[in-house]
Structure formats: structure tokens, C-alpha cells
């Protein structure tokens, strides 16, 4: 409640400026709106999302996943023409850095709670927010995200193979859904201009999450309840406790790591019959050690994105960190777990 009251009143004065903003919405994201927040819920991600008609999307790597974007001939939303750099490319830096200083005026107006915007974390797309209200401390990352209604780029073509788990028509009626972008700067850009955006499916992986059944009626009220979230949840978990543990050698992880390692595994076994609640610490394993190959291999395809690969062999020492941290837990009973 406290969050959204602070992010209603946001939005409503973003849009209220004669701005560029003004048809800014929210789109909640992450753990919290997936049902998989594994702790007390005092983290959430609020993506503010700006449609946007037609855009050009030239890729600036290899991975399929970041892009240059540029406007098709006569825009309608021109208000977005002071972003474009002096190469014609839509900044991502511009545009977070005028949302930036809106909304670090704005929460000056915030009454009752104090709300203040936390310093930028170099490379991170989001703008942090700290909530206080006695006895709470929430952060909230808000994430500029550009909603454009055309179909997925060539990359997606072989991603999202969920025919055998949800079904082709769930397939394609996601891949009827629109594409959203986030203002994230590629690292791998030899010089860092900030004009750099990559794609975003986290409404897809929302929707996929909360109707996670082979059968329609998986874990709902009338129907068989299955264990894969509580599977995914006891992963995040280890991975978090881990972190907290070796914060240097493993900061390159992270859950989106587990996420994606989680919905390949939902592919591997499609039934709602390989996920039975009762059989949670089995099927936990098979999972786990599911992450254990690919952390080996150092191999883990996005889900969406095949060719983008989230485990390079350039992390080998902390992929090989993590595999003996993971195998260490599963051999002794996970300690980690009563401390």
C-alpha cells in the first residue's frame, strides 16, 4: 500500500509536467508480482513504461538482446526528439537522467512518509527509491521501459519453447504481445554513450509464472497444487544466502540466473506430474542440478534470446565458485538453510 500510494503520486505528477512524460504507466515487475518474493516483501520493481509507436531496432553485439533504437520517418511522439543523440539514436542516458531530476523534485511533495532517491549505481537502469516509515525500510527500483507495439525482433524467433509445457497458441499469443525496452547500458560497448536499450520480458515471465500448469488448473483453488514455485523460491533463497556469504566472489549472479535456469527446467519437464508438491525435495534436486550442468558448462541460454548466452567463459572462476558453494550445500544437507 505504501509503495503504491508513493508511485501513484509520482506518476500523476510526471504526467502533470509539460513534459516528455505524459503518458508514462506502470507495469509491477520482479519477484513481489511474480508470487515468488522470498522474504518480507521490502524490494520491488516498478517498470514506468512509455508507449511508443514504431521503432527502429538495430542490434549493437551479437547476443540479440541490445539494441540501437531510431525513429521511423515522422514520428507522432516528436516531444521525444530532444532524447535522439547527434547520431539520430534515442538516449537512454537523456531520458533517465530528466526522469531522474522529476522525480528527486517530485518526492519532496510526498507527505507522511519519507521518501528519498538514492545515488546512481553506475550501469544499473534503475532509479532507486528509499521508503521510510518507521518500523519499514522499502526500496523501490523504477525502470524506464519503452512499450512498442510491433513484432519481437528476429532473435526471439527460436526462444519462448513452451509448445510442449503451456501450449503453441500460448506461444503465440504471447509473441502477439508488445515489446518492451529497457534503458540498459551494454557493457560490452568499447565506448559508453548510454544510447543503448535491451529488451525486456519480464510481463511475459509475470504471466508465465502465475499460470505455470501444464493443466489450466494447476495450483488453483480447485485443482492439484504442484511445487515448481516453491522450487524456484528454495533456489533464489540459496543463491541469496550464498551472496550475503561471498558478496565479492558471486557478484556477477544474480536471480534472474535461477529464474531462467527455472523455466528451461519447466520445459525440460513439461507435466504438472513431474512437479508434485509431495515430491518437492525430488524435484528440487532435479532442478538444482539442472543449474549445476549449466554452471559447468558455463552455459545457459536466455529464454527468449538463444543466442545470448547469461554464463560467459569469461565468468569461468565464479561459475565454478558457485557449482562447489551449490554442490557443498547438496551434499551436507543444505547448513545454509538452519542457520
Not at 507522432?76 to 538516449?91: A, C, I, M, P, V
Not at 499469443?173 to 557493457?187: E, G, H, M, S, T
Not at 529488451?199 to 515448481?228: P, Q, W, Y
Amino acid at each position: 500500500g505504501l509503495v503504491n500510494g508513493v508511485v501513484s503520486h509520482l506518476i500523476q505528477a510526471i504526467r502533470g509536467r509539460d513534459g516528455s512524460f505524459g503518458s508514462i504507466g506502470r507495469l509491477g515487475a520482479g519477484s513481489y508480482y511474480e508470487r515468488v518474493k522470498i522474504s518480507e516483501p521490502n524490494e520491488f520493481d516498478i517498470m514506468l513504461v512509455m508507449p511508443v509507436t514504431r521503432l527502429q531496432l538495430d542490434e549493437c553485439d551479437d547476443t540479440g538482446a541490445y539494441y540501437y533504437l531510431t525513429f521511423k520517418r515522422n514520428p507522432k511522439e516528436k516531444y521525444l526528439n530532444r532524447f535522439l543523440d547527434e547520431d539520430g539514436k534515442l538516449s537512454a542516458f537523456k531520458m533517465l537522467k530528466e526522469l531522474r531530476e522529476i522525480i528527486k523534485q517530485e518526492v519532496k511533495h510526498i507527505k507522511n512518509v519519507e521518501v528519498t532517491v538514492k545515488r546512481k549505481k553506475p550501469g544499473s537502469p534503475a532509479i532507486t527509491l528509499q521508503i521510510k516509515k518507521p518500523p519499514a525500510e522499502i526500496s523501490v527500483d523504477i525502470i524506464l521501459a519503452l512499450e512498442v507495439q510491433q513484432s519481437w525482433p528476429p532473435s526471439t524467433q527460436d526462444g519462448l519453447n513452451i509448445e510442449c509445457w503451456l501450449g503453441r497458441k500460448v506461444r503465440r499469443d504471447f509473441r502477439y504481445k508488445p515489446i518492451y525496452l529497457v534503458a540498459k547500458q551494454n557493457k560490452k560497448e568499447k565506448l559508453l554513450r548510454g544510447n543503448t536499450w535491451r529488451l525486456s520480458f519480464s510481463h511475459i515471465e509475470k504471466a508465465m509464472l502465475n499460470n505455470h500448469g501444464s493443466i489450466k488448473t494447476c495450483c488453483e483453488s480447485d485443482g492439484v497444487k504442484c511445487c515448481r514455485s516453491d522450487c524456484l523460491k528454495l533456489l533464489k533463497y540459496l543463491l541469496e544466502r550464498l551472496k550475503m556469504k561471498h558478496a565479492k566472489e558471486l557478484e556477477k549472479f544474480c536471480s534472474y540466473h535461477v529464474k531462467t535456469a527455472f523455466f528451461h527446467s519447466c520445459v525440460t519437464w513439461p507435466s504438472d506430474t513431474d512437479w508434485q508438491y509431495e515430491n518437492l525435495e525430488h524435484c528440487f534436486q532435479k532442478y538444482l542440478e539442472y543449474f549445476l550442468r549449466c554452471l559447468q558448462d558455463s552455459q545457459l541460454p536466455h529464454f527468449f534470446i538463444p543466442r545470448y548466452n547469461l554464463l560467459s567463459l569469461d565468468d569461468k572462476a565464479s561459475n565454478d565458485f558457485l557449482s562447489r558453494q551449490i554442490n557443498y550445500q547438496l551434499n551436507n544437507g543444505f547448513p545454509i538453510f538452519h542457520q
